[in-house]
């Protein structure tokens, strides 16, 4: 085993290893795809192991790649932090924030308010479960959203802290009958299909949390459909295909549909806080303590009477409150 691996052929790799398609990966690494191949070929000498099958359809992680992905993931983070303490200037944080309304933008337009002499660059991810890869591959700074979502081996290399139980709500076109009232009790929702994200691995744990939620009352999630990207498409496809949508109560208006909370019980999403173990950046620490004002101000972190939340999430938001 050598001592000295470059930390190219480190990221060569976990990119290919995430993306597991070539092209896809030296685009992201902006690198020519031979210069990719090239880079794989080397490490895999280096370490005296195949880390990939390829074949002309896919490419996939042999046990060895399997293996070696954590340590490269873990090396490179090193790597980024050692740079960004020695940096002349502290690079920007970057926070995805999934959409430019809700809990997560409201947190990031009081950091920018808190604190103008630091640089967040908002992203706009559509789920936890993509933007966690993306933190713990060194691409993406916070995130938030549900985290009892997530693959516990990517939980374990990410810290976390409660922000909201945001109320859920469904997204009704305006002739729906039970668009009509002003909240929707859950067992008027027996017998409907309600849109929310299955077919999009990016947003698989607010999936998840949807199935648990209408499990043995009649209510199904809608098939899996390809992953929708950005708002604008969202409300094309939303209309087109006339979906209701499980959704929260801070959500993008959507134009002829109508956002009613859900009560009788009042189900719950759970929003926390997310970014890799050990980073250290000024900006981190304005999120945090603009989440404890808000938290306070708006009681955040209360309650309501008759709620519903799986007991893996009550945990989670609980012990790190």
């Known amino acids: 085993m050598p001592h000295d691996i470059e930390p190219r052929l480190l990221r060569a790799f976990e990119a ?74 502290e690079r920007p944080l970057l926070v995805d924030v999934r959409a430019p309304v809700g809990t997560c933008y409201r947190v990031l ?13 908002g992203r706009f991810h559509s789920g936890l479960t993509g933007a966690a890869a993306s933190i713990v591959g060194g691409r993406l700074d916070v995130s938030s959203g549900r985290v009892a979502g997530l693959d516990p081996a990517v939980l374990d290399q990410l810290e976390h802290r409660p922000v909201r139980f945001e109320r859920m709500a469904v997204l009704l076109a305006d002739d729906h009958p039970l668009a009509a009232l002003d909240e929707v009790p859950l067992d008027a929702l027996a017998g409907e299909t309600l849109y929310a994200g299955a077919g999009n691995p990016a947003t698989a744990e607010w999936t998840d949390l949807a199935a648990r939620l209408f499990e043995g009352r009649g209510i199904e999630v809608a098939a899996p459909f390809p992953e929708i990207e950005g708002a604008e498409e969202f409300v094309r496809l939303v209309r087109k295909r006339r979906w209701s949508v499980l959704a929260s109560t801070e959500f ?61 999430d009550m945990s989670l938001m609980l012990n790190n409150t």
């Open 109 to 121: 337009e009081a950091a920018r308010a808190a604190a103008p002499d630091i640089e967040f660059v």
């Open 16 to 89: 290919v290893a995430e993306d597991l398609h070539f092209t896809r990966a030296a685009a992201r690494l902006f690198t020519a795809q031979q210069a990719l191949s090239r880079d794989i070929r080397r490490l895999e000498r280096e370490l005296g192991s195949q880390l990939f099958v390829r074949s002309t359809r896919s490419v996939s992680l042999t046990a060895d790649g399997e293996r070696l992905l954590p340590y490269a993931r873990r090396v490179l983070a090193a790597y980024d932090e050692l740079g960004a303490a020695w940096a002349h200037e």
């Open 252 to 312: 993008i208006a959507v134009p002829g549909m109508e956002l009613r909370p859900v009560v009788d019980p009042v189900p719950l999403s759970p929003i926390s806080l997310v970014w890799r173990k050990g980073l250290r950046h000024k900006g981190l620490d304005v999120l945090n303590g603009v989440i404890d004002e808000l938290v306070k101000r708006h009681k955040w972190l209360e309650m309501p009477a008759g709620s519903w939340l799986p007991e893996a």
